[in-house]
């Protein structure tokens, strides 16, 4: 409010008129100018902007600018003049003034240095010297365009004789592609030779296939992913009654029936996008009789894209195959039995002799003069009850390790016969002071195949694993004295990660394998025991135990001793449902 008032109070000054004592001309002549300095100060401004405006081209347009503020600056001032005469606002004036003198120091200071700058513009005589030049030039560049003609002409000249060197050239290919059509003759008949060899190999390899043993089919790949039978061998059709008629052009749905032919299209689906060979045994039920086949799938690839085309497919009947090691398997079984029958008769022979002990002391009790004691009588007949159930419960455990697999593979626990098997051996190997450490990770996922069968495996593993530990007891080590004797077996039952598999490891402390012996020990009659403990086909039928189940067996050496370990795959489908 200070500022404001000092701007525009007049007080304590008086106006410039009274310095003029007002004389009406001197007045009048003071108005007069100042008014008119001031409008044409006001209106050079406006005409130079303008005229920058519309010359975008002007060099130093923020010059005339410059000026422009400058002047506006002024007529202001002698705006100010005017109004001073009676009005002495001289703070004002003094302000304007001010900044009339700041633009106009800032003017002076600038267009100096652009002096220089400004002198070197061409004058009008330089631009008419440029203009000469210019015109010079045009004429260089029509007397080029008229020698530019002159080789145009030469060149059409060129033109022509080349083109008659060219007609000379027909000519002379003429004469080659009259040369060269007597040579492709030569090779179509050389061609036509090699297409005849080829035929006859064709021939051949058909008469193979036609004579193969095993089934041989082809299945065309379609773009949409569907399949068709694209031809079969006679082998095929003998093996299962389905004709070519039955068979080509169809899909395996449509030739094989809806679930079969699913399950079977399932494996082509497989095939094509592992992009890799598969191989797949299976059961077929039909007119009351079951078959086994191994049937194998290999791709075939479009050589241009890569696309999988086709699929060439084998299969072989393994039924005698696997009846043979059904037979193996039960005979191995039966031998199992045989080398536990002395383990058996010590485990009956126990409860036998308490039963013969109490029905014993019962008899004398009752033989006894004066009333008997019932109660005794009565805890020896619990006795009895009690050890008749465990002979009871032995017997048939063993019946029912004896019995055969079903045919079918079924769904089951595989904790079930991991602890039957432990129960069948573990007093056994008490008295052998052996110790048998169980651990089963409870709930297991459920594993198809023969619950039997993998009671079988776990047997011959843990027997197996006894063997090594009396080996080592017999024949002990020289570092024997740094840990305790031998006398532990380890069974462990869990699922790997994820759930989509069963381990089951049986490990032991005994004599171990020799060096380099991992990968040969499941080979059929190949053994590390002496000829009469063992044929050597124990671990080979666990092999195929295992594997028909769809898993794997592996032998891992320790550092003292070896452990066992069998892989069995959890279906998705399975583990969705348990």
């Known amino acids: 409010m200070d500022l404001f008032r000092l701007l525009f109070d007049p007080a304590p000054f008086m106006p410039h008129g009274m310095c003029l004592l007002w004389h009406p001309a001197l007045i009048w002549t003071h108005l007069v100018s100042d008014l008119l300095t001031a409008a044409a100060y006001f209106t050079i401004p406006a005409a130079l902007v303008y005229f920058v405006r519309r010359r975008t081209d002007i060099v130093f347009g923020w010059i005339f600018v410059l000026f422009s503020l400058f002047i506006f600056a002024c007529g202001t001032t002698h705006l100010f003049g005017a109004i001073t ?307 009871g419960g032995i017997v048939d455990q063993m019946r029912q390790f004896g019995r055969r697999a079903p045919e079918r593979p079924q769904r089951f626990d595989p904790a079930e016969p991991v602890r039957r098997a432990a129960g069948l051996l573990e007093r056994h190997f008490a008295s052998a002071d052996i110790a048998l450490c169980l651990e089963i990770e409870e709930p297991l996922p459920a594993v198809t195949g023969h619950a039997v069968k993998l009671e079988q495996v776990v047997l011959n593993l843990l027997t197996n694993a006894r063997d090594a530990i009396e080996e080592a007891r017999a024949h002990p080590p020289a570092d024997s004295a740094d840990g305790p004797p031998p006398g532990r077996i380890g069974l462990h039952a869990a699922a790997a990660p994820g759930r989509a598999a069963v381990t089951i490891s049986v490990e032991d402390d005994g004599a171990g394998l020799p060096a380099g012996m991992a990968d040969r020990i499941f080979d059929p009659f190949f053994t590390t025991k002496a000829s009469e403990k063992g044929m050597g086909l124990g671990l080979s039928i666990c092999a195929s135990i295992v594997a028909a189940m769809g898993g794997r067996i592996e032998a891992v050496p320790l550092p003292r001793g070896t452990r066992f370990v069998v892989t069995l795959p959890v279906p998705a489908a399975l583990e969705s449902a348990a």
């Not at 449509?254 to 060979?277: D, K, N």
């Not at 050589?303 to 043979?324: F, W």
């Not at 039966?334 to 029905?359: C, D, F, K, W, Y």
Request: charged share 25%; aromatic share 4%; net charge negative.
């Open 85 to 391: 005469l009676w009005y002495p606002s001289y703070v004002l004036e003094g302000a304007v003034k001010a900044v009339t003198a700041l633009a106009s120091v800032a003017t002076a200071i600038v267009i100096w240095p652009l002096l220089p700058r400004a002198l070197a513009l061409p004058s009008p005589a330089q631009l008419r010297l440029i203009n000469t030049a210019l015109s010079a030039e045009v004429g260089e560049r029509m007397r080029a365009e008229r020698a530019v003609r002159e080789a145009n002409t030469r060149l059409e000249e060129r033109v022509a004789a080349r083109t008659a060197e060219l007609a000379a050239a027909n000519e002379a290919l003429r004469e080659a592609n009259e040369t060269l059509e007597r040579r492709v003759a030569e090779r179509t008949a050389e061609l036509e030779a090699v297409v005849r060899a080829l035929r006859e190999s064709e021939a051949r390899y058909a008469g193979i296939v036609q004579h193969a043993a095993d089934a041989i089919f082809v299945v065309d790949v379609g773009s949409d992913g569907s399949f068709r039978y694209a031809a079969v061998n006679p082998a095929l059709v003998r093996e299962t009654g389905l004709t070519e008629a039955v068979l080509i052009g169809r899909t395996p749905e449509e030739a094989l029936g809806g679930s079969y032919g699913a399950e079977v299209r399932g494996w082509f689906t497989t095939c094509v996008e592992t992009r890799a060979p598969q191989q797949v045994e299976h059961v077929v039920e039909r007119n009351g009789s079951r078959t086994v086949w191994l049937t194998a799938l290999v791709p075939v690839f479009d050589p241009e894209n890569g696309r999988v085309i086709q699929l060439v497919g084998t299969a072989r009947n393994l039924t005698e195959y696997r009846q043979l090691q059904e037979e193996l398997a039960q005979a191995a079984k039966l031998a199992t039995l045989g080398t536990m029958a002395a383990g058996v008769a010590h485990e009956v022979s126990q409860p036998l002799n308490a039963i013969r002990i109490t029905a014993t002391d019962c008899a004398l009790l009752l033989d006894e003069e004066g009333p008997p004691d019932l109660d005794y009588v009565r805890s020896g007949l619990a006795t009895i009850r009690d050890q008749s159930a465990r002979m």
